[in-house]
């Protein structure tokens, strides 16, 4: 038996039954989910089927790996929804103004999504602020602002075609979003686990008093998630506003609930200290699957909607439970 093998059945050996569901209950529950609507429709085990499932999350997944920061700290992040409306129009915006130039667009898009999460964070770093109040404020603030830029209406995105690939071209036969996503993961869970920046969001999540008589730098930590969490919800307008070839202030709307339950279902705490970015792709990957196999049903809107509900709910549970375990 090689060393690998070993050292992964010691480490199975040493979970208990309830560290093992923790450890490993999500890919479980995805492979019987799948098998379930297989059994129900054959085609949700198409190739093409399964590579739709990974490109409609392209954008709530983006989302949500830049935003586990946030929850990491026990904090919340209501205003990316507002955040994909805005950063969409501007590019947009952009581009008509400069003759379809694509990186001047590009860096519009992205400024909006810093520049609310800086705001963002400062107040909730250096005034102290609630979290939920305070990006429920820049929410409205932020949809206000899109709305009186660029009212209600669609505005139609023409090109360039560079900027049309990004959500919707092809690359080695994959839909080009499946790779930000990809990267965006990659990117998020490498901070994690090997930058002294993720190790001090644990602490912080973990006991902010503690942390804070060891000298982390609080401020600068929690700023900065909310800008990551911005950057990945403009990213995801840039995307957005690509595969439909239009921008408008009504985009975005409601998907913060999606990134939650992305993250939440992934295993990150909402009380904060626990969790990892590639558990939060997993999550989304979840809905993902959950929503496609309630539409190859037939199941009606109204319905899934009440179903996103009841999987929020579950997963508070199963936290609440988990760290009831840990007492």
């Keep these: 038996m090689t060393t690998l093998n070993l050292q992964t059945e010691a480490k199975m050996k040493s979970l208990t039954s309830k560290e093992w569901v923790k450890e490993y209950g999500l890919l479980l529950i995805m492979g019987l989910v799948v098998l379930i609507f297989a059994a129900l429709e054959p085609a949700m085990l198409q190739v093409d089927n399964l590579i739709g499932i990974v490109y409609q999350v392209s954008i709530i997944g983006t989302m ?26 501007l590019a947009a915006f952009t581009l008509e103004a400069t003759g379809q130039a694509l990186a001047p667009a590009l860096l519009a898009g992205v400024a909006v999504g810093v520049g609310v999460g800086l705001v963002n964070g400062l107040a909730i770093a250096r005034f102290k602020l ?24 669609l505005h139609l995105i023409r090109g360039p075609e560079s900027f049309l690939f990004i959500g919707g071209g092809q690359w080695l036969g994959l839909p080009f979003p499946i790779y930000l996503f990809a990267v965006a993961a990659a990117v998020m869970f490498f901070v994690q686990v090997k930058t002294r920046f993720g190790l001090t969001v644990f602490a912080i999540g973990e006991n902010e008093e503690a942390a804070r008589l060891c ?113």
């Excluded at 820049?138 to 830029?149: P, Q, Y």
């Design 130 to 153: 609630p979290p939920f109040v305070v990006t429920l404020a820049m929410m409205s603030i932020v949809r206000g602002v899109a709305l009186l830029s660029g009212e209600a209406s």
């Design 64 to 89: 949500a790996v830049c935003s586990t920061f946030v929850i990491l700290l026990g904090g919340i992040d209501l205003s990316v929804g507002s955040v994909v409306a805005l950063a969409g129009l």
């Design 215 to 327: 000298g982390l730098p609080l401020m600068q930590t929690k700023t900065v998630v909310y800008i990551l969490s911005g950057l990945g919800a403009a990213i995801a307008g840039i995307i957005l506003a690509s595969q439909v070839h239009t921008a408008t202030a009504t985009y975005g709307n409601g998907i913060e609930l999606d990134v939650i339950a992305a993250v939440v279902l992934g295993g990150t705490s909402l009380m904060g200290g626990s969790g990892s970015v590639h558990r939060s792709a997993l999550g989304a990957l979840l809905i993902g699957i959950i929503n496609n196999g309630l539409s190859i049903l037939n199941v009606s809107i109204e319905l899934q909607l009440v179903v996103k509900g009841l999987i929020i709910v579950a997963a508070l549970a199963l936290d609440g439970y988990f760290r009831a375990e840990k007492r």
